[in-house]
Structures are given as C-alpha cells and as structure tokens.
C-alpha cells in the first residue's frame, strides 16, 4: 500500500460546478497535509497546507483533515477554466531535518470545461 | 524574484549514457530536495540537501543516482549508465530552513527521455 494514495481521475466539470478532491493516506504520523497546483510543463505551486485536523479556506478553496480516518480533501467551489490542472495531495511528518520531505498522490488531472 | 531554475528543460539520451541535470535554487535558500515524476505516478522523493551536505539520500534508487551541491547554491544530479526506466521529469525544490511549514518552490523540471 502507497503511504499517499489519490484517485488519479481525469475528473472533468462543467464551469461554476463545485469539485471535491480526495486523498487518504496510512502513516498517522503526517502533521502537514498540502495541496499543490500543477499545470502542463510546469512545476507543482503550493495551493494550501493545513496543519493536522480542520478546515482552511482561501477564497474559493477549501481544504479539510480528518486525521481520524486519515482523509485529505480540497473542495473548490465555482470552478473556473482556469482552475484546470492537476491537483497533487501532499503531506510530511513533524519536525526538521529530513522530516521535511513530500510524501506525495499521484495527482488527480481536472478539467473544468467553459 | 527569480524562483527554481532547471537545465536543460528537456533531455533525450540514449540508453548506457551518462548524464547531468542541474538546479539553480532561490537564492538563499539552505535546503535543497530532488524529485522524480514518472508517468502516471506522483512525485518520488530522492534527496535533500541542508547547506552542501546530504543527510538524507534514501529515495535514490540506485548506486547509479549521486548528487552534489556546491556552495549552499546549485546542485547536479547525475544518472550514470542511464535505463529506460529512467525516463521521467526530475524536480527540483527548495526551502528556506526554518520551523514550521518549511514551504518548497518547486523548478519546471527536466524531461528526461532514455531511447
């Protein structure tokens, strides 16, 4: 079993749709959850991070954990041509150190059609 | 400013060849990390770097993968006798070294092909 594990989709909406983005993942060490942004040919740009359980909001984005059941989520409402991409969970564990490194998803590609 | 630069962008080898690939971190930042992204998977940790030194090579998949970083600046990662398996985007990312969320920008990557 992956310590990350992401429906790779392709999810396609239609614009103004709201779109729900999941990971789960099995070491319950993991203390920062993040989502990042990634568009063709480019680099993956951190979207949001939360640190352990609960909700975080920017704008139309909404990030939630639930160390409980171990479950990552980015809800992204009104979705907007722009916002496709592929979306790629992220998390690592406490502390300094090589504890600093991404353990990632496989990304989930999504399609917001005009 | 300027963010993660990498060179080349792209890189068609042929299989057995050795080969370079090079990363410009944000100025000033002390750590340093090496990603891989095969097709169709998510990204693959393969190293870290705090200043020059390397405390964490474990994600190296085999003798055939060094890395080297100069000057708390840039860093060359190195594949020797290059396979097919090989053939993935290299990612490179840096960070400042402080507590907390500790956020890496991550470079474009390098394509690299094996034929």
């Known amino acids: 079993q992956k310590e990350v594990e992401q429906d790779p989709g392709p999810l396609s909406v239609p614009e103004g749709a709201i779109v729900s983005l999941n990971c789960t993942y099995s070491?319950?060490?993991?203390?920062?959850f993040m989502w990042y942004r990634q568009y063709s040919r480019k680099g993956p740009e951190l979207l949001m991070y939360t640190y352990s359980s609960g909700n975080k909001e920017d704008g139309r984005f909404t990030a939630q954990v639930d160390k409980s059941s171990k479950y990552i989520s980015l809800f992204i409402r009104d979705s907007q041509p722009s916002d496709s991409a592929t979306y790629l969970c992220?998390?690592?564990?406490?502390?300094?150190?090589?504890?600093?490194?991404?353990?990632f998803g496989k990304g989930t590609l999504l399609t917001v059609n005009p | 400013g300027a963010g993660v630069s990498q060179s080349p962008s792209n890189k068609v080898t042929e299989k057995g060849k050795d080969v370079e690939l090079r990363c410009d971190p944000i100025?000033?930042?002390?750590?340093l990390y090496w990603y891989r992204q095969r097709l169709g998977q998510g990204l693959e940790f393969l190293i870290y770097f705090q200043g020059n030194s390397a405390p964490d090579k474990s994600g190296l998949p085999s003798d055939r993968f060094s890395a080297e970083r100069t000057g708390e600046s840039v860093s060359t990662l190195t594949i020797q006798r290059t396979q097919q398996e090989d053939s993935a985007v290299y990612l490179c990312?840096?960070?400042?070294?402080?507590?907390?969320?500790?956020?890496?920008?991550f470079g474009p990557g390098t394509r690299l092909t094996v034929t």
């Open positions: 100025s000033g930042h002390t750590a």
């Open positions: 992220a998390t690592r564990l406490e502390g300094g150190g090589s504890n600093y490194k991404l353990t």
């Open positions: 070491n319950s060490a993991f203390q920062y």
């Open positions: 990312a840096s960070s400042l070294a402080l507590t907390g969320l500790h956020e890496q920008y």
